[in-house]
T-cell receptor
Framework: SQKIEQNSEALNIQEGKTATLTCNYT??????LQWYRQDPGRGPVFLLL?????KEKRKERLKVTFDTTLKQSLFHITASQPADSATYLC????????FGSGTKLNVKP | ETGVTQTPRHLVMGMTNKKSLKCEQH?????MYWYKQSAKKPLELMFV???????ENNSVPSRFSPECPNSSHLFLHLHTLQPEDSALYLC???????????????FGPGTRLTVL
């Protein structure tokens, strides 16, 4: 089965810096990968989708990369703000749809 | 609001109770999903419905029984649950589905279930 690893430790950064979150996977070659944001007590919210033939995708302050050789996706938030504080989940298709456990981001003013 | 609503938001039930969770989407999507989210664990996909037909059941115990009467409504019927079933149950929808959705999923706020 698919295994997805996201850093379980919270990432603490200062406002204005770039946050970089990692998603590593094994056992499959997904056709695409998605990133979601989840706030406490709420359902995840879709942010970005990147396909296997895309190296990089951007949306406003967000950037996602997808390295199928390393089996890794990086999620960047530039000029981070306290409002970006949340848990970020990656998800991909394998024999079924899998989510990672998420990484909690804390942006301090 | 995401366009996906879930009721109730909180539910406490005993192991011998029967209860149902309800999900409704107002987005015109054709696929709906049930997920379980336990503390410190990844979201677990439970069931997938595409055009009202169940296309996936990820080895979920029979004490969880889904029902999809139409593309806008999804239910999860609960019967003789165990304390380890306590979790946040999330409903989601997407434009198209199947085993591997290629479109973004829209999630509801979830039902926080506690089994005593």
């Amino acid at each position: 089965s698919q295994k997805i690893e996201q850093n379980s430790e919270a990432l603490n950064i200062q406002e204005g810096k770039t946050a970089t979150l990692t998603c590593n996977y094994t056992n499959y070659s997904p056709a695409y990968l998605q990133w979601y944001r989840q706030d406490p007590g709420r359902g995840p919210v879709f942010l970005l989708l990147i396909r296997e033939n895309e190296k990089e995708k951007r949306k406003e302050r967000l950037k996602v990369t997808f390295d199928t050789t390393l089996k890794q996706s990086l999620f960047h938030i530039t000029a981070s703000q306290p409002a970006d504080s949340a848990t970020y989940l990656c998800a991909l298709d394998g024999d079924k749809f899998y989510f990672g456990s998420g990484t909690k981001l804390n942006v301090k003013p | 609001e995401t366009g996906v609503t879930q009721t109730p938001r909180h539910l406490v039930m005993g192991m011998t109770n029967k209860k149902s969770l309800k999900c409704e989407q107002h987005l015109g999507h054709n696929a709906m999903y049930w997920y379980k989210q336990s503390a410190k664990k990844p979201l677990e996909l439970m069931f997938v419905y595409n055009f009202k037909e169940q296309t996936e059941n990820n080895s979920v115990p029979s004490r969880f029984s889904p029902e999809c009467p139409n593309s806008s409504h999804l239910f999860l019927h609960l019967h003789t649950l165990q304390p380890e079933d306590s979790a946040l149950y999330l409903c989601a929808s997407s434009l198209n589905g199947g085993t591997a959705p290629t479109n973004e999923q829209f999630f509801g706020p979830g039902t926080r279930l506690t089994v005593l």
